[in-house]
């Protein structure tokens, strides 16, 4: 109930912020840029996955000092702590690291991020993030067009960053209509108060403008110009800190249950960060007194004070956390569970039943049929016909010209959850049962092993057809909807056709039954076929949706086929050995064609 | 000695052939009853059916069931006289 009301409220709140302000649009586009850059990343760093990078990163990342050493040099480079966070997120999702190792980036990428206010403290210098994003996206771009797969790759990586760069400035764009509101001088305060509210404050702005880089500028920018106090300005940096976890944590909205633990591990690190500074806060004043005085920083420096602060706590945040690192991980993989898919496992298959050729040949022709049923279900939903149609008396005939209702499924997915393991096991128990058989009984595991591979070939072919199925059945073209649907119901009719045959309990008289669906499918291969013809002459469909007429009728008919087939190969291994009974009532090609070139005219 | 051995062989295999025969022509019969109960009841579903499509459809099952039936028949009455002439 929630998750079907959620969409609609939230594009009403989005388009109603966009009406309202310019700045909520420039942020929302912001936060879509930001999470497709991400999307792209991950796109990029799966095609390096075994190679190269991975190579690289194992060799950089494979103990945890390593792994800090290069969260601390790739955000002093990249000079942003979101965006190493969300690339570790992005590595993590795609298995190029793992958890550990993402958590000593992250511990890494906290350090470095304070070089950014040493820089700004001592060298005024300024990145604006979307003068990079735009020649990343162009280059990123020609990579993409590129046939190589890794050049691919590294174009979607730096299309990636390209849109995160454009992403967080529009970000920042947007709230820095919000950030004129924030005027510190006005609400400096001292002691305990001044170090909770400031703090909350920086967190906030953090959140706001989605960068403590931002935040540390602003900062840095008012102390110098003594706006705020330097007692407010460290409690404003301890603030940042923990804000910036927000970035990491909507990084990890499309990520996987490991993006999701890194970035709870983050949001541990940065709040245990901050509340350890903020406990021991005179004590980290002193520290960066003394140092000061040691580095040759004046004392009225508060600036280049700050910078050190920053670094200082930040380093003790990893000191008190490192011991605590294979504890998080722990606590993090308890906490945070894979949704483990139920796959349908084989029911009937044992290493007993593998003793008696007799008990194997049974076994396996179970096993078979339980295939078939969820081939069966699979198949239905792939060309959007329900189930429970097929096995009921519903005239299919009313599916052809009303457009299609699509039925949501992903059937990579589904084939691993109800298809695979069964497949498998099938095909292992045949191959060592057919080994130890006889001459009796190696002809119906032979026909058995035919039947699971008919059936896996029938749902490859629906796979293929399903991709132009969902979009023609609801065209508005009625002549190609109509094509379309009319395939769905010749593989429904066959579903229902081969499912009132299960019920059959002579296997002779199945298998003579099957002359009749023969003789359905050449007649709805003819029809189809004119169809084609017709509509191509007439200039009815465009030279596109002929073709891709053309080609999925041939996926129609291949399922067709092999969903006959696996049923013949099935009912055969259910004959007795040598015995002819079927062969010799059974129609000749011609004589089924017969029957189908005839058709309507019959009596 | 030998030769009544041979001839006993002879009729083993004679009988055999007999029976694998008569088990055949067994399942054959039940096959083309079946096929033509299946046959009379495609007749009366015809009767009530709704639309073309379906009264077709029926029909071609009808001309299917019947070409298999008189291939059958055809056999049936082929191992009948096999069977006259061996006894």
């Given at each position: ?6 969409l ?5 709140m ?29 796109q ?39 965006l ?10 795609a298995e190029?690291i ?23 403290a ?16 162009v ?12 050049l ?5 990586i ?14 920042k ?18 002691g ?43 409690a404003l ?25 890194l ?10 960060t901050?509340?350890?500074?903020l ?50 991980v ?10 483990k ?8 298959l ?21 295939l ?27 599916l052809?010209d009303?457009?299609?209702k ?20 099938n095909i ?55 094509e ?41 291969e ?40 696996m ?19 059974a ?17 | ?11 083993k ?18 096959v ?15 009767q ?40």
């Amino acid at each position: 109930m929630l998750g079907r009301i959620f969409l609609p409220l939230l594009t009403l709140m989005l388009a109603y912020g966009f009406w309202a302000s310019t700045s909520f649009k420039d942020i929302a586009a912001g936060v879509a840029l930001f999470l497709f850059g991400m999307l792209c990343m991950e796109q990029g760093f799966k095609a390096y996955s075994g190679g190269a990078l991975q190579r690289v990163l194992s060799a950089s990342t494979d103990r945890l000092w390593k792994s800090m050493t290069f969260g601390i040099v790739s955000t002093t480079l990249m000079q942003s702590s979101s965006l190493v966070s969300v690339i570790t997120i992005s590595f993590l999702s795609a298995e190029l690291i793992g958890l550990r190792q993402g958590i000593g980036i992250i511990f890494g990428a906290n350090l470095g991020t304070t070089t950014g206010a040493w820089l700004v403290a001592g060298f005024g210098l300024k990145v604006k993030l979307s003068t990079y994003a735009l020649p990343m996206l162009v280059f990123g771009v020609l990579l993409l067009m590129q046939a190589s797969k890794k050049l691919k790759g590294f174009g979607w990586i730096l299309v990636g960053i390209g849109f995160l760069f454009l992403g967080i400035h529009y970000m920042k764009e947007g709230f820095a209509a919000y950030s004129e509101q924030i005027d510190l001088t006005q609400y400096a305060m001292t002691g305990i108060a001044g170090l909770l509210v400031f703090t909350l404050i920086g967190s906030v702005a953090t959140v706001i403008m989605q960068s403590s880089h931002a935040t540390l500028t602003l900062i840095i920018t008012a102390l110098a110009v003594g706006q705020i106090s330097y007692e407010n300005a460290l409690a404003l940096a301890i603030g940042a800190n923990i804000g910036t976890t927000i970035t990491a944590i909507l990084g990890a909205i499309g990520a996987n249950v490991a993006g999701k633990r890194l970035a709870g591990a983050h949001l541990i690190f940065n709040v245990v960060t901050g509340l350890v500074a903020l406990l021991l806060i005179q004590g980290l004043v002193a520290a960066v007194d003394s140092l000061s005085f040691w580095l040759g920083i004046a004392a009225d420096n508060h600036t280049l004070k700050l910078a050190l602060f920053h670094t200082l706590f930040n380093l003790l945040g990893i000191l008190l956390m490192l011991p605590l690192v294979n504890f998080l991980v722990t606590w993090l993989e308890r906490r945070l569970k894979e949704v483990k898919v139920m796959r349908d496992k084989p029911r009937f298959l044992s290493e007993a039943s593998l003793s008696l050729p007799q008990v194997a040949l049974q076994a396996v022709t179970k096993e078979t049929k339980h295939l078939f049923s969820n081939a069966f279900t699979l198949i239905a939903h792939g060309v959007c016909v329900r189930r429970s149609s097929i096995v009921s008396t519903d005239d299919l005939q009313l599916l052809v010209d009303a457009p299609g209702k699509v039925i949501e499924l992903d059937m990579d997915a589904q084939y691993e959850r109800m298809i695979k393991d069964i497949y498998s096991a099938n095909i292992e128990f045949l191959s060592r049962a057919q080994a130890e058989a006889s001459h009796e009984y190696a002809d119906a595991l032979n026909a058995l092993r035919l039947a699971n591979m008919d059936l896996v070939g029938a749902i490859k072919a629906v796979k293929h057809l399903r991709k132009n199925l969902l979009h023609y059945m609801q065209s508005r073209n009625l002549d190609i909807r109509r094509e379309y649907n009319r395939f769905r119901v010749r593989i429904a009719e066959v579903l229902r056709s081969l499912a009132v045959l299960r019920e059959t309990d002579d296997t002779v008289v199945a298998l003579l039954s099957l002359d009749q669906i023969r003789v359905e499918i050449l007649e709805g291969e003819n029809r189809a076929a004119k169809a084609a013809d017709r509509l191509i002459r007439g200039g009815h469909v465009t030279p596109q949706m002929a073709t891709s007429l053309i080609n999925d009728g041939a996926y129609v008919n291949e399922v067709i086929q092999r969903l006959l087939d696996m049923n013949e190969q099935l009912h055969r291994a259910e004959l007795s050995h040598g015995d002819p009974l079927h062969e010799e009532l059974a129609l000749k090609a011609e004589e089924i064609a017969n029957i189908a070139k005839y058709a309507g005219t019959i009596r | 000695m030998k030769n009544a051995k041979l001839i006993e062989k002879l009729r083993k295999l004679i009988k055999n052939r007999n029976n694998i025969d008569e088990e055949h022509i067994e399942k054959l019969r039940k096959v083309l009853r079946k096929l033509k109960k299946r046959q009379h009841k495609l007749a009366d579903e015809r009767q009530e059916a709704q639309n073309d499509h379906d009264r077709q459809k029926i029909d071609q099952e009808i001309e299917v069931l019947k070409l298999q039936r008189k291939k059958g028949v055809e056999i049936y009455k082929q191992l009948k006289k096999e069977r006259e002439e061996f006894s």
